[in-house]
């Protein structure tokens, strides 16, 4: 049927270009500043296999708005235009609709111009009076599904070239241990996104034995769940990381992650929660820096118990002074750094939470398990819990420590 421009459109204007998603007629529009030319692809969709609806503009202009409103399956473009020629015509259709797929018109004299447009951008080109109606419809059909294999060949370079660049952030949230041979200590350390498949998350971990044989252990938490929390914790780990090798200690070093986060934060209300132990290669003593982090499991063959080491405020409140705890692990027990997540998730009752008492108790029930076998159970329990609720929500990052010697 052939449509002027400015009859009325029925069309499901919510379609997207060449998806064919309102399963009505295939929507054509037709840029043709020439009557002759457009009455006869007109006669040519008449005898197309096709249920197509035909609307046609008379210039650029009239097929811009055409473009914004009718939302096409595919456009026929003439490239001899009062208002556009030749490759700029292509373009002014490609930046206005780049999702639609173009097949190009071309006269018999400048056939050359249809190749030029195929490597421009265009799905495909005809020669005027050397078309048929099984020549326009394959070259609509053709244009359609090539069009959708280019989006989605983009869609997935742009989901690999993210995966790419979330693997390199997940490298810097996941350290490797930088510890001497025959630390002292054994490790487990965990971390968990809080959505799933993501790498992508706010808590981070870290550990390293300095030349005086002295293990330093980090875990902490950015406020919030982003790429922006990710690259924030990625730089407040590599900070500690380096202050550590360089020899700063306690609030020292507890300034400069201040000033760190300060000067890579995204936002002025950001925050973030550490927890910084260092285990003596002396004896079983270890120090504890706390800046408003939830405190720490002390696991062992006895049971569980809750460690609250002083604290002070979280990182990027304006904070100079932490408290510094002097400790001891007992012989067979370990510590169990965390971050929220873990006990922030449901607890199976209506909207109530874990909490931390429900952690301890979910923990005292795995306290015969050891190593990465309690951890791993904790995690579990914890999951299976808020499992009416969806599961966990929150970012999980978990460290357990003990000695070995």
Known sequence: MWLPVGAPHDLDQTAGAGTRGHGGPLSVLLVEDDRGDALLVEELVVDVDLDVRLDWARSMADAEVELATLRPDCVLLDLNLPDANGIAALDRVTKCA???????LTGLNDEHFGVSALASGAQDYLVKG???????????????ERKRAEITAADLRDSQLRAQENSRLERGLLPSPLLLDDPG??????????????????????????????????VGDV??????????????????????FAGLRGNERMRQLERILRAESPGSRIFATVLSLAFSAEDRSFTAVRAGHPGMLLHGPGGVEWLEPA????LGLGASRW???????????????LTDGLFEGHSGTGNERLGEDGLLELARSKATLTGSAFVDALIAGAEEKAALHG???DDIAIVRVERTS
């Open 323 to 337: 408290p510094v705890s002097e400790l001891e692990l007992p012989a067979g027990h370990g510590v169990l750094l």
């Open 130 to 144: 050397r078309v048929d109606a099984e020549m326009l419809r394959r070259a609509l059909s053709y244009a359609i």
């Open 311 to 314: 604290a002070g405020p979280a």
């Open 391 to 393: 599961g966990l929500s």
């Open 223 to 244: 406020a919030g769940h982003g790429p922006d929390e990710a690259a924030l914790g990625v730089a407040l780990r590599i900070g500690w990381r380096a202050l550590t």
């Open 185 to 218: 200590v054994d490790i487990v350390a965990t971390y968990r996104p809080s959505r799933a498949n993501a790498l992508l998350g706010g808590d981070f971990y870290d550990f390293v034995q300095t030349p005086d044989r002295t293990v330093h252990v980090l």
């Open 98 to 104: 780049p999702t639609i797929p173009i097949v190009v």
